[in-house]
């Protein structure tokens, strides 16, 4: 558990916001830790005077959870750090039953109205919106009347977000985004092997540079290529659909996992052909003799990384446009320190980037320093069978908008009974063809995958707006229900008889 050196304490209780156990209270402005403890040491990475220290804990009668890289220590009759599992008598129980769905039958009727009877790309528009949709049609599907009313509406509330399969560190999280010197977007968070951009929103859409804006957004999900810059970052070339461009190198691999990860995917593999592997990455780089897996195949090396402690084997680096995303240039830097009193001479060390392009080999000399040695056959066999395990990079993007405006209008007269059928599943919202999800709450704010739409979906205007094709897809009976335009529908047959229709296969 974790103790307090008392004259080094400041009673800054910075410990005590961050215990997840509620162990640590300020008395007298000194720290002090109850029995409570699991030693999680998330206050030993806050404490900013090296007041707390691990010790042993008085009552042996304590469990150490493996069940993650934390390793609680978890006395009788208490949880972990996680809430997740108890020590019962020195056995770990997990503290809720497995919950399985028991409403895995499909409503026929979801079934029937989960496809548009037709895309609204092509449709045009009804101005004023009051007017009925320029299209509402009806065919009987599986049984039900089923109804699409579809319109190709100016949308402001317009956003794009972006995701590039990349390892690259782009730029900071919120760094403007800009596309001919223009302002169209921000980094935003990171996710697993890949960055993201938010473009676009009202706001941008309604300033002074909206007509650039609205055209970045309606490019990229046309699938065209559009160069961007980022501030304090780099420039990229992303084409929805294809591998980034990133100051002018395309971006062909994703990273198969965290450094982390990559310790536990190969673990027995690494475990027969390294003494110590350091795998650096700018989320997590993993140490493999002090992961989990990596410790069930070796002994710890000796060897401390550049980065800082997370949990065992785990370490944060900083961002750069060095090896793995991180600012490791040169890979001898990314070993910090070797103990020789664990450690011994002719030890071998691997360093490698999650996406296994690159990896570098070192021997411990007697002088207790790594020196670079040659990769054997045996490891480029590896590394080649690691790289093999890494997905083809692409740039995705997911049309991010709000449809709780006028053109409803077109649907119904009663415009927030179509809202209310939206979010109840019995009016379904598509664009160009592409299911959506809809986001709860107030309005109709949805996300819908560029590349399950119908080729080429946008347009813009000088509004300016993004002219979005959308349907709803709803039985005639609810249709009816909710304030439809009755006297506007036209059979399906009746439409492809104008002659100009083309039949398209959606991706599901």
């Not at 300020?26 to 403890?37: D, L, R, T």
């Not at 989960?114 to 599907?141: N, R």
């Not at 859409?205 to 160069?227: E, F, I, Q």
């Not at 000399?365 to 590394?383: Q, Y």
Request: aromatic share 6%; proline share 6%.
């Amino acid at each position: 558990m974790i103790g307090v050196v008392t004259e080094k304490c400041r009673g800054c209780r910075a410990c005590e916001k961050v215990c997840p156990m509620g162990a640590i209270k300020i008395v007298e402005k000194k720290a002090v830790i109850s029995e409570e403890c699991v030693n999680c040491k998330s206050c030993l990475k806050e404490c900013k005077f090296d007041a707390l220290r691990e010790q042993e804990r008085p009552d042996p009668d304590f469990v150490i959870c493996k069940n993650c890289g934390v390793k609680c220590e978890i006395p009788n009759g208490q949880m972990g750090a996680c809430k997740r599992f108890t020590n019962q008598d020195g056995e770990l129980y997990r503290n809720r039953p497995l919950q399985i769905p028991d409403n895995l039958k499909k409503d026929p009727e979801k079934i029937a109205i989960s496809t548009p009877l037709i895309t609204a790309v092509g449709a045009g528009a009804a101005y004023p919106d009051y007017h009925p949709a320029p299209y509402i049609v009806e065919e009987k599907i599986d049984g039900f009347d089923v109804i699409t009313a579809v319109t190709e509406a100016p949308i402001s509330y317009s956003s794009m977000m972006v995701k590039i399969d990349s390892n690259i560190h782009i730029g900071d999280e919120g760094a403007a985004v800009r596309c001919q010197g223009h302002e169209v977007g921000t980094v935003s968070t990171e996710q697993y092997g890949s960055q993201i951009l938010i473009l676009g929103g009202v706001n941008r859409v309604k300033g002074p540079h909206g007509m650039t804006v609205v055209k970045v957004m309606a490019d990229l999900g046309n699938r065209k290529p559009v160069d961007f810059v980022v501030d304090g970052g780099c420039k990229m070339t992303l084409t929805v659909g294809k591998a980034p461009i990133i100051n002018g190198e395309p971006d062909t691999k994703m990273r198969v996992g965290c450094g982390g990860a990559c310790c536990g995917l190969f673990a027995k593999h690494l475990g027969k052909l390294v003494d110590e592997a350091i795998i650096l990455d700018h989320h997590i780089t993993g140490l493999f003799t002090k992961h989990p897996a990596g410790a069930e195949q070796l002994p710890y090396s000796g060897v401390t990384p550049l980065g800082r402690l997370a949990t065992e084997g785990r370490y944060f680096f900083e961002h750069g446009d060095g090896w793995g995303g991180t600012n490791i240039k040169d890979p001898v830097e990314a070993i910090k320190d070797i103990d020789m009193t664990i450690a011994r001479p002719g030890m071998k060390i691997l360093v490698a980037e999650t996406t296994w392009r690159k990896i570098a080999f070192f021997e411990v000399g007697e002088d207790g320093k790594p020196h670079s040695i040659p990769i054997p056959e045996e490891l480029e066999a590896f590394r080649r069978m690691a790289a093999d395990n890494c997905e083809d990079s692409k740039v995705s993007a997911m049309y991010y908008a709000g449809v709780g405006g006028s053109a409803r209008a077109g649907v119904t007269v009663d415009p927030v009974k179509l809202t209310r059928a939206v979010h109840a599943g019995d009016a379904v919202l598509s664009i160009a063809g592409a299911e959506t999800f809809v986001m709860p709450g107030g309005g109709i704010t949805f996300l819908a995958d560029v590349e399950k739409m119908v080729e080429e979906p946008f347009n813009y205007t000088a509004s300016p707006a993004v002219i979005a094709p959308i349907e709803y897809t709803i039985t005639k009976e609810k249709y009816e229900a909710i304030g439809g335009h009755m006297q506007a529908i036209r059979p399906r047959e009746e439409v492809l008889r104008e002659g100009r229709t083309e039949c398209v296969k959606l991706k599901r």
